[in-house]
C-alpha cells in the first residue's frame, strides 16, 4: 500500500513534536470521558499517556500491563511505567506516516506474547486503527 500523500517526513517529525504539545490541551478535554476504548478483553486503544495528568494511573487500574507506544514525537512517562511494572514496545512513528509492516508486525507479536503471559492489558494508540483496520 502507497504512503498517502503529504509532507516530507523530516517536515512532518518537526511539525508533529511541535503540535503535539500545542494540541495537548484540547486532546485531552475533548476525549476525557473517551480516553481509551475497550477492543477485547486485552487491547485498549487510546490516545498518548502523559506524565501530568492520570493518565498512567487509569490504564493500571483497568488491569494494563503492557504499552505499544508509536509516538515519534512523545517517549511517554517511563518512569512512571517503571514504577507500576508497565513493559512498552515503542515503535515510533512519524505523525500522518503509516508504520512499517515489521513495527506492526512487532505489535502484533508483543501484544500476543501479553496474553499468552496473561500480564494484563495491552494499550496502544488510537492512531492505530487507521494503519491496522485498512
Known amino acids: 500500500m502507497q504512503q498517502p500523500k503529504s ?3 523530516p517536515a512532518a517529525q518537526v ?15 475533548s476525549q476525557r470521558q473517551n480516553y481509551w476504548t475497550p477492543v477485547d478483553s486485552h487491547v485498549l486503544l487510546g490516545a498518548a499517556s502523559t506524565a501530568f495528568v492520570p493518565h498512567v494511573d487509569a490504564p ?11 509516538c515519534d ?27 512499517s509492516l515489521e513495527a506492526l508486525t512487532a505489535a502484533v507479536a508483543f501484544i500476543q506474547m501479553q496474553k499468552q503471559r496473561e500480564s494484563g492489558r ?13
Open 7 to 9: 509532507q516530507p517526513k
Open 15 to 29: 511539525a508533529a513534536q511541535v503540535f503535539f504539545y500545542l494540541t495537548l490541551p484540547l486532546t485531552y478535554l
Open 60 to 70: 493500571v487500574a483497568c488491569g494494563v500491563g503492557a504499552v505499544v507506544n508509536r
Open 73 to 99: 514525537e512523545y517517549a511517554c512517562p517511563m518512569n512512571q511505567y517503571k514504577r507500576h511494572h508497565i513493559q512498552q514496545l515503542q515503535l515510533p512513528t512519524v505523525d500522518h506516516f503509516w508504520p
Open 122 to 134: 495491552t494499550f496502544t494508540a488510537k492512531e492505530a486503527r487507521d494503519a491496522v483496520w485498512r
